[in-house]
């Protein structure tokens, strides 16, 4: 249902005022001509979703993974039925976000601007600072100095500091009658001058196809546009990866099942090997250290005929094994393997615990996987099936060890601590007397901030994702 409500964009009014008053396409309906096939990964849909910017999702821009004459792309796409596409503090951070998937993986990028610039009320989150909107410049410049081509489409408004999205990508296409490109639009121009001026004769396509040289493509149509943007990909030299055709097993058991394997709590005594079995190609799972820290399952399988390394938890990670997750963390990075984290996490125990030397064992094995799991260099993608808690989030790769992607299950929560499993917390010089109702505040805020849904609507992963879908992902 969030989904779908996600992907209404700005509502049917804002959509029929988009297609047929302004007669534009909508932004998914643009994708679809440009992209080979259905083979579309949309990266943090939920982004923006319920946060306090209005009744619609707050993102207003659209990315994903996907192919144009067999090249995977990044795809940066501008929704103007969200507030004029208008770029939120959020819509910032998911542009960012695809931007370094882009540079990670060599990704060539493509934008869709239709965009009323920067919000400005929101400034002060979206201008100063070192990963706010100018950055996504300074991304393009970086990008083009590393050899990854980028290609801009202009299909609507693009004012402001959007305008300089095009004009820094390798080659821009601007459509007739529909793209326009300035700095500043014809009411500032009025404001400031007491001249009116049509948008077409202020940034029109003609006028930046033939005057000022900004676009290098001239589309009478947005067909006509998405059209020429496969023909430039054709022609950028940027050769598809080689991508042979691995004959892989299905798993023996239905990845259906995983939804009623999705663990409710880190406390579960599920086996997280029964998980394994409906991911890993004909359920086949070449166990590490099997007999040792069996709080943590790790070893080799394929996964769409991919061999990777899995590192699962399967309950608190204790001396044993975060040592044996440090091995095989290592070994991976030795052997070149990509590795899958799938984490559901012990969270902190909000009593005060006594330090002993186990405790001080533990932390010790534990800062020595953190440390193997934020070297290796290899890719790195991690599936929060459970709890992402604590410390023990930073050993399963959570987003500040940057693994490669991060998605979430629906019933996953992220949190520092768990509300559901501290009954009370004294206050300093105070231990004797807790406030209840102060305590059960934080209860309600703590549970509130740790749903899957509230963290995929700040960007702090790629997606939440059906459990049975895991695989295809």
Same mark, same amino acid.
């Given at each position: 249902?969030?989904?779908?409500?996600?992907?209404?964009?700005?509502?049917?009014?804002?959509?029929?005022?988009?297609?047929?008053?302004?007669?534009?396409?909508?932004?998914?309906?643009?994708?679809?001509?440009?992209?080979?096939?259905?083979?579309?990964?949309?990266?943090?849909?939920?982004?923006?979703?319920?946060?306090?910017?209005?009744?619609?999702?707050?993102?207003?821009?659209?990315?994903?993974?996907?192919?144009?004459?067999?090249?995977?792309?990044?795809?940066?796409?501008?929704?103007?039925?969200?507030?004029?596409?208008?770029?939120?503090?959020?819509?910032?951070?998911?542009?960012?976000?695809?931007?370094?998937?882009?540079?990670?993986?060599?990704?060539?990028?493509?934008? %869709?601007?239709?965009?009323?610039?920067?919000?400005?009320?929101?400034?002060?989150?979206?201008?100063?600072?070192?990963?706010?909107?100018?950055?996504?410049?300074?991304?393009?410049?970086?990008?083009?100095?590393?050899?990854?081509?980028?290609?801009?489409?202009?299909?609507?408004?693009?004012?402001?500091?959007?305008?300089?999205?095009?004009?820094?990508?390798?080659?821009?296409?601007?459509?007739?009658?529909?793209?326009? %490109?300035?700095?500043?639009?014809?009411?500032?121009?009025?404001?400031?001058?007491?001249?009116?001026?049509?948008?077409?004769?202020? *940034?029109?396509?003609?006028?930046?196809?033939?005057?000022?040289?900004?676009?290098?493509? $001239?589309?009478?149509?947005?067909?006509?546009?998405?059209?020429?943007?496969?023909?430039?990909?054709?022609? %950028?030299?940027?050769?598809?990866?080689?991508?042979?055709?691995?004959?892989?097993?299905?798993?023996?058991?239905?990845?259906?099942?995983?939804? *009623?394997?999705?663990?409710?709590?880190?406390?579960?005594?599920?086996?997280?090997?029964?998980?394994?079995?409906?991911?890993?190609?004909?359920?086949? $799972?070449?166990?590490?250290?099997?007999?040792?820290?069996?709080?943590?399952?790790?070893?080799?399988?394929?996964?769409?005929?991919?061999?990777?390394?899995?590192?699962?938890?399967?309950?608190?990670?204790?001396?044993?094994?975060?040592?044996?997750?440090?091995?095989?963390?290592?070994?991976?990075?030795?052997?070149?393997?990509?590795?899958?984290?799938?984490?559901?996490?012990?969270?902190?125990?909000?009593?005060?615990?006594?330090?002993?030397?186990?405790?001080?064992?533990?932390?010790?094995?534990?800062?020595?996987?953190?440390?193997?799991?934020?070297?290796?260099?290899?890719?790195? !993608?991690?599936?929060?099936?459970?709890?992402?808690?604590?410390?023990?989030?930073?050993?399963?790769?959570?987003?500040?060890?940057?693994?490669?992607?991060?998605?979430?299950?629906?019933?996953?929560?992220?949190?520092?601590?768990?509300?559901?499993? $501290?009954?009370?917390?004294?206050?300093?010089?105070?231990?004797?007397?807790?406030?209840?109702?102060?305590?059960?505040?934080?209860?309600?805020?703590?549970?509130?901030?740790?749903?899957?849904?509230?963290?995929?609507?700040?960007?702090?992963?790629?997606?939440? !994702?059906?459990?049975?879908?895991?695989?295809?992902?």
């Amino acid at each position: 249902e969030l989904l779908e409500t996600a992907r209404k964009g700005g509502g049917e009014n804002a959509i029929l005022r988009h297609t047929q008053r302004n007669k534009k396409l909508f932004v998914r309906d643009r994708l679809k001509l440009l992209l080979d096939d259905e083979s579309f990964l949309e990266l943090s849909p939920l982004a923006g979703l319920n946060m306090p910017y209005g009744d619609v999702p707050a993102a207003g821009c659209l990315t994903g993974i996907g192919k144009i004459c067999g090249v995977w792309c990044v795809f940066m796409a501008n929704d103007a039925t969200v507030k004029g596409g208008t770029i939120y503090p959020i819509g910032v951070k998911k542009q960012l976000r695809a931007q370094e998937i882009a540079m990670q993986n060599r990704l060539l990028s493509v934008y %869709l601007v239709d965009s009323g610039g920067a919000f400005l009320p929101l400034q002060s989150e979206l201008f100063p600072d070192k990963l706010h909107g100018g950055r996504v410049f300074y991304n393009e410049a970086i990008m083009s100095a590393m050899g990854i081509p980028q290609v801009a489409v202009v299909c609507g408004s693009c004012v402001a500091g959007g305008a300089y999205v095009p004009t820094m990508a390798e080659e821009a296409v601007i459509i007739d009658q529909i793209g326009t %490109l300035f700095l500043a639009g014809p009411p500032l121009v009025k404001a400031a001058t007491g001249e009116y001026v049509s948008p077409e004769d202020l *940034g029109g396509a003609k006028l930046h196809s033939e005057v000022s040289g900004c676009s290098d493509h $001239f589309a009478p149509s947005e067909k006509e546009a998405y059209e020429c943007v496969r023909n430039v990909v054709s022609t %950028l030299n940027y050769d598809p990866l080689p991508e042979e055709v691995v004959e892989h097993d299905s798993p023996l058991y239905s990845s259906d099942e995983l939804l *009623g394997l999705a663990p409710r709590d880190y406390r579960c005594t599920l086996p997280v090997k029964l998980i394994l079995s409906r991911l890993m190609d004909g359920s086949r $799972f070449q166990e590490f250290k099997a007999n040792y820290g069996t709080t943590l399952v790790t070893g080799f399988g394929h996964v769409q005929g991919h061999l990777v390394g899995v590192v699962a938890n399967n309950g608190e990670l204790a001396h044993d094994a975060s040592l044996k997750g440090s091995h095989f963390v290592q070994l991976c990075g030795q052997r070149s393997v990509p590795i899958l984290f799938f984490q559901n996490t012990a969270p902190h125990t909000a009593e005060p615990t006594s330090i002993s030397q186990a405790h001080s064992n533990r932390l010790k094995a534990q800062a020595s996987m953190m440390a193997a799991v934020a070297c290796a260099a290899v890719p790195k !993608i991690t599936i929060v099936i459970g709890g992402c808690y604590g410390s023990e989030s930073y050993l399963m790769c959570g987003r500040s060890f940057s693994p490669n992607f991060l998605f979430l299950w629906p019933n996953a929560r992220v949190a520092l601590v768990d509300s559901r499993h $501290f009954s009370t917390v004294p206050r300093a010089g105070d231990s004797d007397c807790t406030d209840e109702s102060e305590l059960r505040q934080l209860k309600e805020k703590l549970e509130e901030e740790s749903s899957a849904f509230y963290s995929s609507a700040r960007v702090w992963d790629d997606g939440v !994702i059906l459990p049975q879908s895991t695989r295809k992902v």
